[in-house]
């Protein structure tokens, strides 16, 4: 059956999930019937089966969100979210010292933004994900990490400085940019899991 992902346009890293989206329908065989479709306005939000919410600027994306009038709507969004970097802080339901915006809280975790510093500011690593033979190639970039998770909420994986995946529900939170490397596993674990 079809499915429909969208992803938040406002900034960031847009063109680059869009593309991963349509390898990871296409890998699937789902591709027939399916749409990848950038979100620009808050009516564009339902009618999609799934949200990515890309990396980028969490100040700024969160700046526009509230500007377009899209907070409730990703409030009241039935379908799972993909929340990645700045999108993971973005959804968090708290950011360590930094005031400068209040989250959505639709994931039950507590971040830390920039969470390297600055000598570490982007780097790759591979991180071992439970129930996967090989490991995943991940790129951070200015990565935050989470500090907290609560009781709904499964870990994924982690590296020695803190978490940096989880699930909850349907959402799944990355504190890295799967969209940046070559392997579609996460976008496909986030399509099988909105058992649309
Ligand atoms: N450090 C950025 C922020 O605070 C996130 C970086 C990213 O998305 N690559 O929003």
Redesign the pocket.
Known sequence: MGVRIGVLDLQ??VSEHLLAFREALALAGRDRGSSVVPIRSAGEITGCDGLAV????????ARMVDRKGMRKPILEFPGGIFA???????LASAVED?RRFSPLGILDVTVR??AFGRQRE?FEQDLRFQGEDEPFHAV?????VITRTGARVRILARIPRGIVAVAQERHLGVA??PELSRDRRLHLKFLEGLQV
């Open positions: 960031g890293d890309p990396g980028g600027e969490s100040t700024t994306i990645t970097c700045a999108g993971l802080i973005l930094d933004r920039n982007s951070f970039i200015r990565a935050p890295f940019h």
